[in-house]
């Protein structure tokens, strides 16, 4: 009953934006980080931005300024503003909850920038 669900994935071209969303839902213990990571065709997954349970965000080197992770209802929802979207940012994208007891993953949502 433990579940993470993304959605706002899609297709956009090169300069576009994109926002992503995951709302977590079911019995857990305390939260103490949501984020995103990602992982691209052939390559390994990698963590893209992170947000802290009083509101501290971190973002790797390849989003920082572009991306834009924040939290709302309660901290139980998560998203991620992706503007000047780049062939390279293409990707499935994982929500992700960590709690005092385990990490959750979420299914992915594909994000698609063509060159």
């Known amino acids: 009953q433990v579940q993470l669900a993304e959605s706002g994935g899609g297709l956009v071209q090169p300069g576009g934006s994109l926002r992503l969303s995951c709302a977590a839902s079911?019995?857990?213990?305390?939260?103490?980080?949501m984020g995103w990571y990602r992982q691209a065709s052939g390559k390994d997954r990698e963590l893209v931005a992170t947000?802290?349970?009083?509101?501290?965000?971190n973002y790797a080197d390849s989003v920082k300024g572009r991306f834009t992770i924040s939290s709302g209802n309660a901290k139980r929802t998560v998203y991620l503003q992706m503007n000047r979207l780049k062939p390279e940012d293409t990707a499935v994208y994982y929500c992700?909850?960590?709690?005092?007891?385990?990490?959750?993953w979420g299914q992915g949502t594909q994000v698609t920038v063509p060159s």
């Open positions: 079911g019995s857990f213990s305390r939260i103490t980080v």
């Open positions: 992700n909850t960590r709690t005092v007891i385990r990490t959750y």
């Open positions: 947000i802290t349970s009083d509101g501290s965000t």
